[in-house]
């Protein structure tokens, strides 16, 4: 059966989630695909950290020995940050890899770039993960253009700061417990500033931004708050009034094609799509001419969802062992 060799960049939560799922799924993978995928590499920071233990696969701190090696098909990136992320996947592409990442930090502001040197490298990119975890917005973005035009996108996508206004409010407990909790379960980015101030959600409204508009507003353009501000008693008071807190990403494109966005905490009434989106699941609404109102609504962080979120990416670009030929 033919192979195909993966690597995966950083093995934290979510490249541990890949490997898990690329071992549990293997058989039903080379079923439906024809392929075997072989986890050939794995790149970390620190080799000398305990982690599980991986068979059959290197294990290094040195990406070169990844970058370099022709066998490599695909690259699987999920490491933080911006750099040396966008580096790494530069060359990857450059060398004929496809590339799957969950990195929004880097992909919202260099994945236009990525796109653009993948095309003209004749491969793939591939972003589910970057927005909304385990929800599979990118590809119902994508497939609903161009036969439509989004109008307006907005959601929580944020798990973490879902998470911790769901505990404020069921449980009552502080901001700091409920933040550690999300650490704990792997929903937090390894430093949580961005999640609780809104900075998360901005990127990935700006992923969106990319896909459904084809451009992004100024970034200086578009207000950002996080849910750090808010307190038990500001909740309580809500709950009071029968209305939930949630954090909401926003943007629209106006008639003169100026697109609008705004990151933020909204009081959100009973019967609204958001009320009942709770602990770390995220949802996104569409609104598009022609379909109308199309809500998504899915775990948004962790490893299982992300990771298995990037699987899927793979069984995009390898595709299934037959098609269906259209007859005339
Ligand atoms: N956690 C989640 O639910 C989600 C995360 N993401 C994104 O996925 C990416 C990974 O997140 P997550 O797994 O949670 O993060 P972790 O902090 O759990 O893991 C990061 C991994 O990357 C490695 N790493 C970090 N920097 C470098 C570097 N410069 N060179 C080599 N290896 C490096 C670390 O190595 P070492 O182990 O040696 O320290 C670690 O294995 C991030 O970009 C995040 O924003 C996206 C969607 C959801
Ligand atoms: N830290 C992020 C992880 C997924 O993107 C979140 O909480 O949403």
New binding site residues.
Partial sequence: MPTIKVAI???????EGIYRILQERKEAIQKETGYTIDVHSI?????G?V?LTIPGTKVT?D?QEILSNPEIDVVFE????EE??YTYLSEAIEKGCHVIT?????FAKHGPALLKHAQFRDVKVCYE??TA?GVPIIRTISSLLPADRVRRIRGVLN?TSNFILTKMREEGISFEAALREAQAR??A??DPTDDVGGMDAFRKLMILSTLAFGKQPDWQDVPIVGIDQLTIPDIADASKGNLRYRHVANITIEADGTLRGSVGPVLIEPGHQLYGVDGVDNAVIVDTEHLGALTLIGPG???YP?ASAMVGDLLQIIGKRETVALTS
């Fill in positions: 960049l950083g093995f934290g939560t979510v490249g790149l970390v920071r620190n080799k950290k982690r701190d990406v999920a490491i933080v940050g040396p992320a969950a990195n929004k930090a880097m993960a970057t975890g798990g792997g929903f980015e390894a962080a962790g490893m992300t």
